[in-house]
């Protein structure tokens, strides 16, 4: 058996090779230690949004770890954090106007919880209930499994998660089921927020639904006076072709969770971002109303000055008209699949595409998975089915050359597997 010192994520050490060593990155690629390069076609687990050491970050945090290091942010501020927050709100929808800083996808999301019930508990509401939507995904901590899907993933830790209300995921022509089951829960009275990730539900298989459901929801929200939290963290920074995936519906949520692409990817950082009524309910001269949270890197001045680079590579470079290349490309070539009886629901939404892989039988895949991995490996792409389903969300330095290859190798990948299980 292979023990390994390293206990690597979402790993199962007995059946995996020892993993490779990562010796540089550069651009779209990882290079391994024998200069092979590997298309990361993934951006690195969905953070890296402009590509791989992008040189105005990388020298933002040289010029940052000459003068800082972590300083503690309560008591003080510093001009990194300072000047990120205005960035963000100034590129965040209209209405939202607080920043609060933590280290990570699941933290954001926790925070947003917190604010969401700390914001009907101070104002004397009895308020409870977390709606999702079903074969959501929130981050990985008790509280964000909580709200995510339930599964083999988190079995174990069942008895320790707490309820919530769940929405049947809006399948084309479902929408109305959707939106009445939102509404019943609201009736109750007890609905504090709904916390949802917007257009995009990345890890439950990269499900795409409409603008327009997301708009009546939060429509449905404000009647009833529920929150709502959008949790941004892999939609944000262009991922689905819009800054933030919310201004397709042109919604303002109630609370706004971003991380992975904050600081292009290069180092860890979260923000969540809320509005001045979610901020006020919180501002009192009575101590106990104080938004008790703090992780202790909060707002790393190194992490935020690798985002407030970023901040100015979206403000000067065409970042969406590289986008913009991206969606093209993957129409273009998705467009070679339709009819193709190998796939099923090809679909995009800005620069992350995806595909189901008709798989002959269930439970097949746990051995597929894999499989597929390692043929991609052996190409030189990373690409990690999610399931049997097949996508790609590459940094936004690709070039169109790069994408066809990565479907080429699908094409080639997914006959093999099939072939192999007829
Ligand atoms: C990745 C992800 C998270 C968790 O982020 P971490 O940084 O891994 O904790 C939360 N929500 C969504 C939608 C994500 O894709």
Same mark, same amino acid.
């Given at each position: 058996?292979?023990?390994?010192?390293?206990?690597?994520?979402?790993?199962?050490?007995? #059946?995996?090779?020892?993993?490779?060593?990562?010796?540089?990155?550069?651009?779209?690629?990882?290079?391994d230690e024998d200069g092979n390069r590997i298309l990361d076609t993934i951006s690195s687990w969905w953070v890296i949004t402009h590509g791989h050491r992008h040189p105005k970050i990388m020298t933002a945090i040289r010029a940052a770890t000459e003068v800082y290091d972590q300083i503690i942010f309560a008591e003080f501020s510093h001009e990194p954090a300072e000047r990120l927050a205005e960035g963000l709100i100034e590129i965040a929808p209209p209405g939202l106007k607080h920043v609060f800083y933590s280290d990570s996808g699941s933290t954001s999301v926790e925070?947003?919880?917190?604010?969401?019930?700390?914001?009907?508990?101070?104002?004397?509401?009895?308020?409870?209930?977390?709606?999702?939507?079903?074969?959501?995904?929130?981050g990985d901590t008790i509280g964000t499994m909580s709200t995510g899907e339930r599964g083999v993933f988190n079995a174990a830790y069942e008895p320790l998660l707490f309820g919530v209300d769940r929405l049947p995921y809006p399948?084309?022509?479902?929408?109305?089921?959707?939106?009445?089951?939102?509404?019943?829960?609201?009736?109750?009275?007890r609905v504090a927020a709904l916390l949802i990730e917007p257009i995009v539900l990345g890890a439950g298989g990269m499900k795409i639904f409409g603008a327009h459901l997301l708009a009546t929801l939060k429509d449905i929200a404000e009647r009833y006076g529920c929150l709502v939290i959008a949790d941004e963290v892999m939609t944000g920074w262009g991922r689905t072709?819009?800054?933030?995936?919310?201004?397709?519906?042109?919604?303002?949520?109630?609370?706004?969770?971003?991380?992975?692409? #904050?600081?292009?990817?290069?180092?860890?950082?979260?923000?969540? #971002?809320?509005?001045?009524?979610?901020?006020?309910?919180?501002?009192?001269?009575?101590?106990?109303?104080?938004?008790?949270?703090?992780?202790?890197?909060?707002?790393?001045?190194?992490?935020?000055?690798?985002a407030v680079a970023n901040l100015d590579i979206w403000r000067i470079e065409?970042?969406?008209?590289?986008?913009?290349?991206?969606?093209?490309?993957?129409?273009?070539?998705?467009?070679?699949?339709?009819?193709?009886?190998?796939?099923?629901?090809?679909?995009?939404?800005?620069?992350?595409?995806?595909?189901?892989?008709?798989?002959?039988?269930?439970?097949?895949?746990?051995?597929?998975?894999?499989?597929?991995?390692?043929?991609?490996?052996e190409r030189g792409l990373l690409i990690r089915p999610l399931g049997n389903v097949l996508y790609l969300m590459p940094p936004y330095c690709v070039t169109e050359q790069e994408i066809d290859r990565a479907y080429d190798a699908i094409d080639e990948v997914a006959s093999i597997v099939l072939r192999d299980a007829a």
């Amino acid at each position: 058996m292979n023990r390994s010192t390293i206990w690597h994520p979402f790993t199962q050490h007995a #059946l995996e090779p020892p993993m490779r060593r990562i010796a540089s990155t550069d651009g779209a690629y990882l290079i391994d230690e024998d200069g092979n390069r590997i298309l990361d076609t993934i951006s690195s687990w969905w953070v890296i949004t402009h590509g791989h050491r992008h040189p105005k970050i990388m020298t933002a945090i040289r010029a940052a770890t000459e003068v800082y290091d972590q300083i503690i942010f309560a008591e003080f501020s510093h001009e990194p954090a300072e000047r990120l927050a205005e960035g963000l709100i100034e590129i965040a929808p209209p209405g939202l106007k607080h920043v609060f800083y933590s280290d990570s996808g699941s933290t954001s999301v926790e925070v947003a919880v917190k604010m969401a019930l700390g914001y009907f508990h101070n104002r004397g509401e009895p308020r409870d209930r977390i709606v999702v939507m079903e074969g959501s995904y929130h981050g990985d901590t008790i509280g964000t499994m909580s709200t995510g899907e339930r599964g083999v993933f988190n079995a174990a830790y069942e008895p320790l998660l707490f309820g919530v209300d769940r929405l049947p995921y809006p399948e084309a022509g479902g929408e109305q089921e959707t939106l009445d089951r939102f509404e019943a829960f609201c009736r109750t009275g007890r609905v504090a927020a709904l916390l949802i990730e917007p257009i995009v539900l990345g890890a439950g298989g990269m499900k795409i639904f409409g603008a327009h459901l997301l708009a009546t929801l939060k429509d449905i929200a404000e009647r009833y006076g529920c929150l709502v939290i959008a949790d941004e963290v892999m939609t944000g920074w262009g991922r689905t072709g819009t800054m933030f995936a919310c201004e397709q519906a042109s919604i303002t949520p109630d609370i706004l969770c971003t991380s992975k692409g #904050l600081t292009g990817g290069a180092v860890p950082l979260a923000a969540t #971002l809320a509005t001045a009524e979610i901020f006020d309910s919180h501002l009192s001269t009575d101590r106990r109303k104080t938004f008790f949270h703090s992780s202790s890197y909060t707002a790393n001045p190194i992490a935020c000055a690798a985002a407030v680079a970023n901040l100015d590579i979206w403000r000067i470079e065409p970042v969406f008209a590289r986008i913009q290349r991206i969606e093209t490309a993957h129409r273009r070539n998705l467009a070679r699949y339709a009819g193709d009886a190998r796939f099923a629901h090809s679909r995009q939404a800005g620069t992350i595409a995806a595909l189901d892989l008709v798989v002959p039988a269930a439970g097949y895949l746990a051995e597929a998975g894999p499989r597929m991995r390692r043929l991609f490996r052996e190409r030189g792409l990373l690409i990690r089915p999610l399931g049997n389903v097949l996508y790609l969300m590459p940094p936004y330095c690709v070039t169109e050359q790069e994408i066809d290859r990565a479907y080429d190798a699908i094409d080639e990948v997914a006959s093999i597997v099939l072939r192999d299980a007829a």
